[in-house]
């Protein structure tokens, strides 16, 4: 992206400030997979009491979090319940299958939540001919769902289906301070039903990489054997947990300011004609835009904006996203949102 360019593509772009840079030169480090290094282990304690958990590990990325959990809690041959549209399905590069030799049952949900009743039909019985039932995974906010936030309720009755047939629960907090901060209901509220939950350091927080992996002492442990088999026990990341120690103190409040930015975002470009979010509810900072009725491709649009500097994803022929973060200001978002309108109405009459 060129300098003054406006990054709508995704909050995994955020760059970090010059003030979480000068934090993290500042850091103290030492051997983190000796359990060494005071800046890592501050915030796996700080995740831990945040997320209500006994205790945490930092991994490298979101991706290893899910992945780590999936092989502690399945064996090969294993099912998960997931809804169609989650990261561990499409985003995983097969992951799950690949790495624990687990099957995942996708279930039809809407914007990317599952009801306890679906999740109920879905659970096989127990028996030697299918794969055996054994995780239920739940994505806070979920991505391809729009940034759609999982009620209380409805994880609390996914939950209970879920216990009642001694399944575990992993859930996928990529945005879980998203749902937070937007619905007002605490990170350890939405995690006590889970037995591992993980939060990205390196989209809306704007660390430039980093996760933490949160559960009870005993899963931790589990997942410290594969931290170190897969590569990915670390030497001096301090220097990198200090980001995600600036970012919770200074970064998790002002994701308000994001979902602020998204649905103004979405007011603008609806003025255009044709134009429809999916869904039409902008609850945090992700927004799915649907093209179809404009008669104009998304990949058009897409390059078009890309010549006037904005980044705005095409996600289908239909269907673009843009996602609003740290790095894009309100001023930016009323621009975007102006000129995706112009650019469909050159586009229609060329
Ligand atoms: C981004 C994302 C991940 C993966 O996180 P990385 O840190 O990019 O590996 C997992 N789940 C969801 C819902 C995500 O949006």
């Given at each position: 992206m060129q300098e003054g360019s406006i990054n709508l593509y995704s909050d995994t772009q955020t760059r970090p400030t010059a003030a979480m840079r000068r934090f993290m030169?500042?850091?103290?480090?030492?051997?983190?997979?000796?359990?060494?290094?005071?800046?890592v282990n501050q915030l796996c304690e700080q995740v831990a009491e945040l997320l209500g958990k006994e205790?945490?590990?930092?991994?490298?990325?979101?991706?290893?979090?899910?992945?780590?959990?999936?092989?502690?809690?399945?064996?090969?041959g294993d099912e998960i319940y997931a809804d169609h549209t989650a990261h561990i399905i499409n985003f995983e590069g097969g992951g799950p299958s690949a790495l624990a030799g687990a099957h995942i049952q996708p279930l039809a949900g809407r914007n990317g939540i599952y009801t306890a009743a679906m999740l109920a039909r879905a659970i096989r019985q127990e028996s030697r001919y299918s794969p055996r039932p054994r995780l239920v995974e739940v994505e806070q906010t979920s991505n391809l769902g729009g940034g759609a936030i999982w009620p209380l309720e409805t994880i609390e009755a996914v939950a209970n289906v879920a216990k009642a047939h001694s399944l575990r629960l992993h859930l996928d907090g990529a945005r879980l301070l998203n749902a937070v901060v937007e619905s007002g209901v605490a990170a350890y509220t939405f995690a006590q039903y889970f037995d591992s939950v993980w939060i990205d350091l390196s989209k809306g927080l704007g660390c430039p990489m980093g996760?933490?992996?949160?559960?009870?002492?005993?899963?931790?442990?589990?997942v410290w054997y594969w931290k170190q088999r897969i590569g990915g026990a670390l030497r001096q990341a301090g220097i990198v947990a200090a980001a995600g120690l600036y970012a919770l103190e200074h970064h998790v409040e002002r994701l308000a300011e994001d979902h602020i930015n998204a649905r103004r975002f979405g007011e603008i470009i609806t003025q255009c004609e044709g134009v429809r979010l999916q869904p039409e509810t902008i609850e945090t900072n992700i927004v799915f835009i649907d093209v179809a009725e404009t008669g104009v491709s998304a990949n058009a649009i897409s390059q078009q904006l890309e010549v006037r500097g904005i980044n705005i994803g095409a996600f289908t022929d239909t269907m673009l996203r843009a996602v609003t973060h740290l790095d894009v200001s309100a001023k930016q978002v009323e621009k975007a949102g102006t000129a995706f309108g112009e650019v469909i109405t050159a586009l229609r009459n060329a």
């Open positions: 030169a500042e850091a103290e480090v030492g051997d983190e997979q000796h359990g060494l290094d005071p800046s205790a945490a590990v930092f991994l490298p990325s979101g991706t290893m979090c899910n992945e780590i959990a999936i092989l502690v809690h399945c064996k090969a996760a933490v992996l949160a559960g009870s002492q005993n899963f931790i442990e589990e």
